[in-house]
C-alpha cells in the first residue's frame, strides 16, 4: 500500500451534502439574481454539473467543463465566473454550521502519513480549491502535506467515474492495485474497485477508528 485516498463529505467530515448543496444554491443563485430569476438560474446550474459529471473529455478541466456548458445556456458572460470566486471567497466559509468535525478525522489522517504513504484528498471534484480546501479546514484536516487534491480545476473527470481514480493513480505516480480508497458511497466510491485499488467503505455501522485499524492491519 503506496498511497491512500480520503473521501471528504461522509467520511473525514461529518456533513449532508445534500444539505450543502441547497444552501450553496441559494447562496449563489444570489449573486446572479440581476441577470436570472433563481428558480431558472439553479436549474442551469444543476444541468451544468450534470454535464460536468458526466464529461469525458480529457482535454478540459471539470470547470471548464461546467462553464462550457453553463454560460452557453444562460447566455450569461463567461466574465461572471468571478461571481462564483466571489461567492467562494466571502459566502461558502458561511456554511461551516452545516458541518460537524469527526473527532478521528486527524487521527487517521496522521496515520496514513505515518505509513510513509501518499496521502490524497479524493473527494468529488465539483468545486474549485477555495470551497474545497475550507470543507479541510471545517474537518480540521487542512494543513498536511498532501500528494493531491482533487478539484475542479486540476481533475477532468468526476466520481463515479472510474477514469477519475486512473487519473489520481496518474498524477501520484502509484499503480491502482497499489493504492486503498476509503469512502462513505458505494456509487461514488465503489469504482475504485474496478480499476484495481483496495477499498474501505464506511457501510454497515464501520467507522474511521475500523478504516483505522484496516490500514495498521495492512501495513503488518
Known amino acids: 500500500m503506496k498511497a491512500i485516498l480520503f473521501d471528504l463529505d461522509g467520511t473525514l467530515l461529518d456533513s449532508d451534502f445534500d444539505t450543502l448543496i441547497e444552501e450553496y444554491f441559494q447562496g449563489i443563485s444570489a449573486l446572479f439574481a440581476r441577470w436570472l430569476p433563481p428558480e431558472q438560474f439553479v436549474k442551469h446550474l444543476m444541468a451544468s454539473t450534470h454535464a460536468m459529471l458526466s464529461d469525458d473529455d480529457p482535454g478540459r478541466t471539470n470547470t471548464q467543463a461546467f462553464a462550457d456548458e453553463f ?72 494543513e498536511y502535506p498532501y500528494s493531491l487534491i482533487t478539484h475542479g480545476d486540476n481533475m477532468h473527470y468526476c466520481k463515479p467515474n472510474p477514469k477519475y481514480y486512473l487519473e489520481i493513480s496518474e498524477v501520484i505516480g502509484v499503480a491502482p492495485e497499489d493504492c486503498l480508497m476509503i469512502g462513505d458511497d458505494p456509487e461514488f466510491d465503489g469504482p475504485a474497485a474496478k480499476v484495481g485499488m483496495d477499498l474501505f467503505l464506511l457501510q454497515g455501522g464501520r467507522t474511521l477508528a475500523d478504516a483505522m485499524q484496516y490500514i495498521s492491519a495492512k501495513r503488518r
Open 71 to 142: 454560460f452557453p445556456r444562460t447566455n450569461l458572460d463567461p466574465s461572471l465566473m468571478e461571481l462564483f470566486e466571489q461567492y467562494y471567497r466571502e459566502e461558502f466559509p458561511k456554511l461551516k454550521h452545516l458541518a460537524k468535525t469527526n473527532p478521528l478525522a486527524k487521527d487517521i489522517v496522521e496515520l496514513a502519513f505515518a505509513h510513509n504513504s501518499k496521502v490524497v484528498i479524493a473527494t468529488n471534484p465539483l468545486f474549485p480549491l477555495a470551497p474545497t480546501e475550507e470543507r479541510l479546514r471545517w474537518a480540521g484536516v487542512l
